[in-house]
């Protein structure tokens, strides 16, 4: 990776305001570079759990694309990606 960004994404499903996503205050805001690193995040997460066995990383990414264009079609849209199938 040649750029460098630092993101902290902290999610409680029972907080009224379920996700906040920071940045340093020294850190210019760049949502496309964050969405970039979010996404290396979670091709990390599927290769992790392909590696240990919990889950297909085919699958994995399948229900991420899933999640993503149901929650484009609908903004009140709120699930939650399966477990290992």
Excluded at 11 to 31: A, H
Excluded at 63 to 80: M, P, R, V, W
Aim: charged share 30%; net charge negative.
């Amino acid at each position: 990776m040649s750029w460098k960004r630092k993101i902290a994404v902290d999610i409680d499903t029972e907080r009224k305001e379920e996700i906040i996503v920071s940045t340093p205050p020294d850190q210019d805001s760049n949502p496309i570079d964050d969405m970039a690193a979010l996404c290396e995040g979670i091709c990390t997460l599927i290769h992790i759990a392909h590696s240990q066995g919990i889950k297909k990383d085919y699958i994995s990414l399948k229900d991420c694309i899933n999640h993503l264009e149901k929650g484009f079609a609908d903004a009140s849209y709120k699930t939650y990606v399966k477990d290992n199938e």
